[in-house]
């Protein structure tokens, strides 16, 4: 098949259409019509073979999970999904493979309405690279430098689930004899597929939050927020909330060293003022998105865990690339 009948047959025709793409596929260009009164937010990821996923996921996920890291960017925003772009670089023009992954794709297109616009398809070692817009108010996005002394910081879900996941595919890691085929599931899936937080996102514009999604490792990512606010945070482990299947995976004893240094939870981390706090949860729960307060932001730098009133002292800091 050629790169033009693969572009027909896999891109140029998803189901997502908006209004506000006045040229999508097929041009030099697509034409976008942003609306009046908001800003673009624009978030490009990479996903490359062996480096963001094992080369034995199957294509399907190998889609999701692209567009979820992206999407999961402009929820860290509070931005509003609109449009994606897809460069594609492909071993060869794989047919089956290629309609696997267009249903990962559109899957998770159509449940946050977001259209595929353009993209570009080329020959080499598999990699994907996604480009998603999203629509945010300039005054109320969620931008890492908000932290402010005093506020709480609150993580969405639960975190650790995915570095399971990773340890059972790759690593080889047996889970004990008490962790059911369930949680093993449950927890290959927090890998392939994380839900990105898009509805937390945007109902938290509403607070004047900072915000960061959760890639690199809890530890890393809420020092950015950290960093580019200027002040520190201090973590209560205790409190991180854990899944069942995580509590079971290490016999209730979790080691939160590996939990908060691993990368691919996909939760939101976000601070909020004490006195918002309550409003906050309660329009967290009415769309049945669990919040967990952590923890709190303090002056000085870097994140300090505590655990039974100790500090912990981590030797890492997080996933990195180089
Ligand atoms: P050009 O050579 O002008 O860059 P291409 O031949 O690469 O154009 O692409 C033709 C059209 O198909 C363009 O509108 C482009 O955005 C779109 N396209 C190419 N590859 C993809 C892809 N992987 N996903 C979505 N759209 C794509
Ligand atoms: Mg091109």
């Known amino acids: ?50 480096v963001h996923f094992p080369e034995t996921t199957s294509p399907e996920d190998i889609a999701y999970k692209s567009l979820a890291v992206n999407l999961s960017d402009l929820a860290a925003m509070g931005a509003e999904p609109a449009w994606v772009s897809l460069a594609i670089s492909l071993p060869d023009s794989n047919v089956e493979w290629l309609a696997a992954f267009m249903r990962g794709f559109n899957e998770l297109a159509e449940r946050f309405n977001v259209a595929l616009i353009g993209g570009d398809t080329t020959q080499g070692a598999l990699s994907i690279t996604l480009n998603v817009t999203g629509f945010v108010d300039a005054k109320l996005a ?45 927890c290959i899936d927090r890998l392939n597929r994380p839900y990105p937080q898009v509805i937390a996102g945007q109902l938290l514009t509403a607070f004047s939050a900072a915000a960061i999604d959760i890639s690199d490792g809890l ?7 950290c960093k580019a606010s200027k002040v520190g945070a201090i973590i209560n482990i205790e409190n991180l909330p854990a899944s069942e299947a995580l509590l079971v995976f290490y016999n209730h004893k979790p080691d939160w ?7 691919d939870d996909y939760e939101l ?20 998105i669990k919040t967990t307060c952590i923890g709190e932001i303090v002056s000085g730098a870097g994140v300090k865990c505590m655990f039974d009133n100790e500090v912990l002292n981590f030797q890492q800091t997080g996933y990195n690339h180089f």
């Open 1 to 50: 098949m050629s790169e033009f009948d693969l572009i027909n047959q896999f891109f140029k025709n998803t189901k997502v259409k908006r209004d506000d793409v006045l040229l999508g596929i097929g041009d030099d260009c697509a034409m976008l019509s942003p609306p009046s009164g908001k800003i673009l937010a624009v978030s490009t990821d990479t996903l490359i073979s062996g």
């Open 142 to 186: 969620l931008k890492r430098s908000s932290a402010k002394v005093g506020d709480s910081i609150f993580v969405t879900g639960n975190i650790g689930d995915a570095s399971i996941g990773l340890d059972i595919i790759l690593n080889n890691v047996k889970p004990p004899d008490l962790f059911m085929d369930d949680y093993k599931s449950y």
């Open 257 to 263: 060293q590996n939990i908060l240094t691993a990368g």
């Open 219 to 225: 530890n890393a990512d809420l020092n950015h927020m």
């Open 269 to 288: 981390c976000f601070t909020c003022a004490k006195d918002k706090v309550t409003e906050m949860q309660s329009l967290m729960g009415t769309h049945n």
